[in-house]
């Protein structure tokens, strides 16, 4: 006789582990609670949201529930799923992290489609991109996907971050037309570049014990602290990155919340060209800041 339960079918269904999951993050006062119970069960089980729907009555083997256990643990302590998953994606593109990455923000996209405005008005062929504190390689391998003649490079002061950037590349086919190099903003590069692109930290040191717990423990506080007032890397990298563009070439930087405007003084101080106003993010906050290097 076949039994009707077996130690692989003893656990919840699919269905009631990410309901009460759901729960728990709620009354944990997780924002995202529904979204994060959802991510943490498909990766919990190795389901897609179509297997999740498909298979919503399949109850969880012992293993998978003590897996996903785990996960919520994690979760309810503070860490962000993306790091519980060790994955996040970007512009549509599968990234890896690692300790020494941010997790890339959808915030960050608006830097991509400012970059290819730019890029597009011009035609350039086959352009040189430099990406600056490049973490997982986030913008540059975007904008490599995006443009498939450019080469670029992208800088860190993390071996750690430009191994993963490295890893990232090379998984999305990008490997070829990629460079990363170790070094403070572009102290190592020459150039010229057709675009520079940075999202720098710039988070003012005092304000970093204020962050979210998975922020301010999770991200690495290299990728945040931009000194005192927030703006330590963009007065280093803007004059460097004035100086390595090409005539008619652009700098775009992320900006954070407030700082677009005073970012704008530090590129016409290094005597770009701040031609249009700044592309704001979903939230309507002024995000990308943008200067073109004029011809002489
Ligand atoms: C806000 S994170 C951005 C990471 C990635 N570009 C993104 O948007 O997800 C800033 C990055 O700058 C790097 N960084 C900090 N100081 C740096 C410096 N002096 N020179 C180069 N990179 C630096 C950090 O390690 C981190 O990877």
């Not at 489609?113 to 973490?135: H, M, N, S, V």
């Not at 904008?143 to 002061?157: C, K, M, N, R, S």
């Not at 204020?210 to 945040?224: M, T």
């Not at 590129?267 to 011809?295: E, Y």
Request: aromatic share 4%.
């Amino acid at each position: 006789m076949v039994p009707l339960t077996t130690a692989s079918d003893s656990g919840p269904s699919i269905e009631s582990a990410r309901r009460s999951l759901s729960a728990r993050l709620q009354a944990a006062g997780i924002e995202e609670a529904g979204l994060d119970a959802r991510l943490l069960v498909g990766a919990a089980l190795e389901l897609d949201l179509t297997g999740l729907v498909t298979q919503a009555a399949r109850r969880l083997t012992a293993e998978e529930t003590a897996r996903l256990e785990a996960y919520a643990q994690r979760r309810i302590a503070g860490e962000p799923v993306a790091r519980i998953l060790g994955t996040r994606e970007f512009w549509g593109l599968p990234l890896r992290l690692s300790d020494a990455t941010l997790v890339p923000r959808p915030d960050t996209e608006t830097v991509v489609e400012r970059a290819l405005e730019l890029f597009r008005e011009r035609k350039i062929q086959q352009p040189r991109i430099a990406d600056i504190g490049t973490g997982s390689g986030a913008i540059l391998l975007a904008l490599l996907h995006e443009i498939p003649d450019a080469f670029g490079v992208g800088t860190d002061l993390s071996l750690t971050a430009l191994g993963t950037a490295r890893g990232n590349a090379a998984s999305l086919g990008l490997g070829n037309r990629s460079g990363f190099v170790a070094c403070s903003y572009l102290a190592a590069l020459s150039g010229p570049f057709d675009l520079i692109v940075s999202n720098p930290p710039y988070i003012p040191s005092a304000e970093i014990p204020k962050l979210s717990i998975e922020v301010r423990e999770h991200d690495p506080h290299l990728a945040l602290d931009g000194g005192n007032d927030g703006y330590d890397a963009y007065r280093a990298l803007i004059p460097q990155a004035a100086e390595r563009l090409v005539p008619g070439g652009a700098l775009i930087v992320e900006a954070g919340q407030g700082q677009a405007r005073n970012i704008e003084t530090l590129m016409a101080a290094a005597a770009l060209v701040v031609d249009r106003p700044p592309k704001a993010d979903l939230a309507g906050i002024p995000r990308a800041v943008s200067a073109r290097k004029m011809p002489p």
